[in-house]
């Protein structure tokens, strides 16, 4: 009896403060990622795969525990509804590759392995399952929850979450220039937006996940499967070009977001 009422107890802390648990949880899995590492070795691609899949699981508890279970969208319903509305996330997807490639000489490219490819193609589908689970099914969820289903409350958890699926991207600044991480961090947020708003139209997160991991896949298969890929614009990036980006990027996650949640 006790415990019970200690549960009810830390899941009504929690409701009360779901934007600090939001930011603390987030750091936590951060946390966990960072004790893995994903270098060239297609054997250690695994480190990278074991991070994704302990930050699921966690995800997975901690859903359960708050008992958000029933709204986290991990059903077969609204599946192809979710496909639909993030089918122009996939050409967002394929338009960036061009962006994220630009400047590579595409005649100098070598193909790792197969393993390799094998191996990141495994990767990009729970790299979108740990990052829909963590900032949708759990964060967005629990946003929702505390601040209800009106239209105010649903761009008021919408922002939130976007902004810690924004943020989450910051330690990428080890290895990363700074106008480059300033470009993905907008543009994450961005993407969490839509991410968000497909979650929410189709209350299906598998859709989701599907959709960001291909995306995912796009963007990173030549970087990442391909010797020689190193891609000019990233390593050379201009203001001009990182506004560029940032507003062909940015935009049209942001206004189509908007119309799938428009006023009826």
């Known amino acids: ?3 019970i009422k200690g549960t009810k107890d830390m899941r009504a802390y929690i409701n009360k403060y779901v934007v600090i648990f939001s930011i603390v949880i987030s750091f936590a899995l951060l946390s966990i990622s960072s004790f893995f590492s994903w270098d060239d070795n297609p054997v250690m691609g695994f480190d990278k795969l ?3 899949v302990c930050i699921v699981l966690c ?3 901690l859903i359960r525990f708050l008992g958000l279970q029933d709204t986290a969208g991990l059903t077969k319903r609204g599946f192809m509804k ?3 509305y993030g089918s122009p996330f996939l050409v967002i997807g ?3 590759v061009f962006v ?3 400047g590579v000489d595409f005649s100098s490219l070598t193909h790792i392995s197969i393993a390799n490819t094998v191996l990141f193609t495994v990767n990009m589908f729970f790299v979108g399952m740990n990052e829909e689970i963590w900032l949708r099914g759990l964060i967005l969820n629990a946003l929702m929850r505390k601040y ?3 239209y105010p409350a649903i761009w008021k958890s919408l922002l939130i979450s976007a902004i810690i699926f924004g943020a989450i991207h910051v330690p990428n ?3 990363m220039e700074p106008l480059t991480l300033i470009v993905q961090v907008v543009n994450a947020a961005a993407g969490g937006i839509l991410f968000g708003a497909i979650f929410i139209k189709s209350k299906n997160l598998w859709a989701g996940i599907i959709i960001h991991a291909l995306v995912d896949w796009c963007s990173l298969f030549l970087g990442n499967c391909f010797s020689g890929s190193e891609s000019i614009i990233s390593m050379t990036m201009t203001i001009p070009q990182a506004l560029i980006i940032m507003i062909l990027g940015a935009l049209p996650p942001i206004l189509i977001a908007c119309f799938l949640l428009r006023r009826k």
């Open 82 to 84: 979710g496909l639909l």
């Open 59 to 61: 995800c997975a508890l």
């Open 100 to 102: 994220s490639n630009a």
């Open 50 to 52: 074991c991070a994704d």
């Open 94 to 96: 394929i338009a960036s």
């Open 1 to 3: 009896m006790i415990n």
């Open 173 to 175: 600044l080890f290895f």
């Open 148 to 150: 209800g289903d009106t």
